[in-house]
């Protein structure tokens, strides 16, 4: 079994200032890693997600994020946000099967 | 485009009154899967379908049940709606291990 865990319920910060959203997993198998976005109201967009290859990956929007195998860690970031970021990310990750495991969500909230 | 649609989009109900919500894809994609997601919550997976192999999570509740009558639709049927089951409802699509999401349907329980 897999689990995902998102220290940070809440990241308050700044337009135009950088931001790290924290994703750790814990699997027994080689896993699939996803980062979502949702606005309010809306189903989830797929931000970004690491298959294999390249362990920095980057998305939509001008995230990215860097698969840290000995970490266990799938950190997004985003040089410089916009009040448009606003929203809640989710970190998932595909394990054996073919489910989903989210974490708990992070409410990125950017403030003027 | 290509992508996964949800109707509707808002649904009020009845309390115990049957309600369907409906999902449809022009993606192709295998495996689709309904998720109930509440405020402040990660999504919730209820069950999901590997092409018609039918996985149901061990937590879902009897009253959920769903149907899937071909590749491109499936149904999340909930026999006797109570109030805890005011949500958003996902649904989703994959091939490869990365899903597309719909839009959800935000289900009011009255």
């Known amino acids: 079994a897999q689990s995902v865990t998102q220290l940070d319920s809440q990241v308050p910060v700044f337009e135009e200032a950088p931001v790290e959203l924290r994703c750790n997993y814990s699997s027994s198998v080689s896993v699939y890693l996803f980062w979502y976005v949702q606005y309010p109201n809306q189903g989830l967009q797929l931000l970004l997600k690491y298959l294999s290859g390249s362990t920095l990956v980057k998305g939509i929007n001008g995230f990215e994020a860097e698969f840290n195998k000995s970490q266990t860690s799938f950190h997004l970031r985003k040089p410089s946000v916009h009040i448009s970021d606003t929203a809640e990310y989710f970190c998932?990750?595909?394990?054996?099967?073919?489910?989903?495991?989210f974490g708990t969500g992070t409410q990125l909230k950017v403030e003027l | 485009d290509a992508m996964v649609i949800q109707n509707p989009r808002y649904q009020v109900t009845q309390f115990g009154k049957p309600v369907t919500l409906s999902c449809s894809q022009t993606l192709n994609h295998n495996v689709m899967y309904w998720y109930q997601q509440k405020s402040s919550q990660a999504p919730k997976l209820l069950f999901h379908y590997y092409d018609k192999d039918f996985n149901n999570e061990a937590d879902t509740p009897d009253n959920f049940q769903s149907r899937r009558p071909n590749t491109s639709f499936c149904f999340l049927d909930i026999r006797s709606p109570g109030l805890g089951d005011a949500a958003m409802y996902l649904c989703a699509t994959s091939r490869d291990g990365s899903e597309q999401f719909g839009q959800g349907t935000r289900l009011t329980v009255v």
């Open positions: 998932a990750v595909v394990g054996g099967g073919n489910k989903l495991t």
